[in-house]
């Protein structure tokens, strides 16, 4: 076999192994393997624009299942590292939470805020104004991908509020490469964009971490 060849049926393995971001024909439920920095890369670059935002626009901690427990309930009992007690109407007792944001482990449900990665201004800001209602509130409760809600300590969730990468990172020094892989992966399952500031800083951070690969089904 010449080498030319080989170097072609190479060439056509890893791209099988490693994807990009899908164009825009690609349908929801499609999964992609890709890596962070290729992920970052294939971000859309657009302005931000929140015109028109609001917080309730986005309905959010619903009981999507309809088993008695809402979203916030759902991502403490799965997040939880020792697992709580659950009783009637999902009341939640006991049990032990790791906070990556801050490193710190957490023993009281209340002590906690659930973290839209992507937060719901920047998602607006990124696209999200132009979807349907029932879409957001699929956004803001998507439990379809483990990195899209975060249980995290209360005031590194008030700390971040609605900011970007370029804006704010988390506390741990530890925990930036995760966050940032874990930003680009909704970002990409969403098919949001990202504004140049924080296209940039995602390449800087990215820069700093190990190219590691992420697989993503797209939400849409």
Known sequence: ?????????????????VGTVPSAAAEPGETVTTTVRQ????????????????????RHWVDVDRDGCSTRAEVLIAEAVVPPAVGSGCAISGGVWHSYYD????????????????????????GASAWTAAERQ?????????????AVTARENRSKADQDPAEWLPSSAGAR??????????????RLTADPGEAGALTQLAGGCPDEQITIVLAR
């Open 1 to 17: 076999m010449g080498r030319l060849k080989i170097m072609m049926i190479g060439a056509m393995a890893l791209a099988a192994l």
């Open 177 to 190: 490469c995760r966050y940032v892989g874990e930003w680009v992966a909704v970002k990409t399952r969403w």
């Open 39 to 58: 992920a970052i890369n294939d971000l859309p670059i657009r302005d931000e624009d929140r015109t028109g935002y609001a917080r309730d626009r986005f």
């Open 138 to 150: 699929d956004y803001a409760n998507d439990l379809g991908d483990d990195r899209a809600l975060v």
């Open 103 to 126: 490193d710190a482990d957490q023993t009281a449900a209340r002590s906690l805020d659930i973290d839209h990665m992507v937060p719901l201004a920047e998602a607006w800001d990124s």
